[in-house]
């Protein structure tokens, strides 16, 4: 949207972006003429610096406030929270239902479990869930989270940021599923789903799990911290890849859908970029 605007707003200065970008700055900086900018050419460069702005500014506000909420996340789990005795990194509440999520934080990150949760779970099951959460920390799956969190965030009225946040949130609990399948078993880890998913409702309101999909990473249950039915719905469709895995895309099929990404991120920056290709 913005490289549109720019394109069309610099146009009658410069063949392509870098030399109508050459010509704007010319203005801006040594006065040279604007009369070759129309109102609509001027609307559009405004519009797209005003977008442009927009998008920065909502990116580090949403950084802001998830840090904000994580630490305050952690003051509250320095109150309610006791180590686990197993490892340093992971916390106990004490909660009847299961619970399971990590906190980001580089050296300080955390898996923080329920004694409902552990209680419920056999060892197997309990180190398919450590894993899991431990995959979303190596991974950093919370920086996916946050950028598409403020994407959704800056333009809330455009339907695929929304379906953009819930295919990445789905997405990042399959890889995380994958990972824990390396050293478990399939029936363990659909087990482990079943049973934290049983008590996502109960979570909800236990005031100690947080709700925002960027705070935290959520357990085996949903990775978008939802509650009630949005958790059963994720995880039913987890334990049904489980269950009835698709067979792997053949060699080609995985090329051309590389190729098609690379071209839909390559071709329009070249469009832009590229001198005399515009023109």
Known sequence: MIGAMLVYGLEPIGDNLIAGLRGLAGMVF????????????????????L???????TLLLTYYKIQ??????????????????????????????PVAYCLPGGARSVTVLSD???AALEP??????????????????????WAFAAWRQALPW???????????????????DDVALRTESKATLIKAIAIVASGSAAEAGAGVRPSS???????????????GSDAVRTAASRVSRLLTPQPPLPSAVRS??????????ALPTALLLVPGLLG
Not at 32 to 44: R, S
Not at 213 to 227: Q, V
């Open 30 to 49: 040594f006065n040279a003429p604007t009369t070759a900018l129309g109102f609509w050419h001027i609307f559009a460069l405004s519009a797209a610096a």
């Open 51 to 57: 977008l442009s702005v927009h998008l920065v500014f």
């Open 68 to 97: 904000r909420q994580r630490r305050r996340h952690r003051e509250m789990l320095a109150l309610l929270a006791s180590p686990s005795g197993q490892d340093a990194g992971t916390l106990v509440i004490s909660h009847d239902s």
């Open 116 to 118: 409902g949760l552990m």
């Open 124 to 145: 197997a099951e309990l180190r398919a869930v450590l894993i899991h959460e431990n995959a979303h920390l190596n991974q950093r799956h919370h920086l996916l989270l």
């Open 158 to 176: 455009l339907p695929t940021t929304r379906l953009a946040q819930e295919s990445v949130n789905s997405l990042i609990e399959m890889l995380a």
């Open 213 to 227: 999909p960027t705070l935290a990473l959520s357990g085996l249950e949903s990775a978008s911290g939802g509650a």
């Open 256 to 265: 051309a859908v590389m190729a098609g990404s690379v071209l839909l991120l």
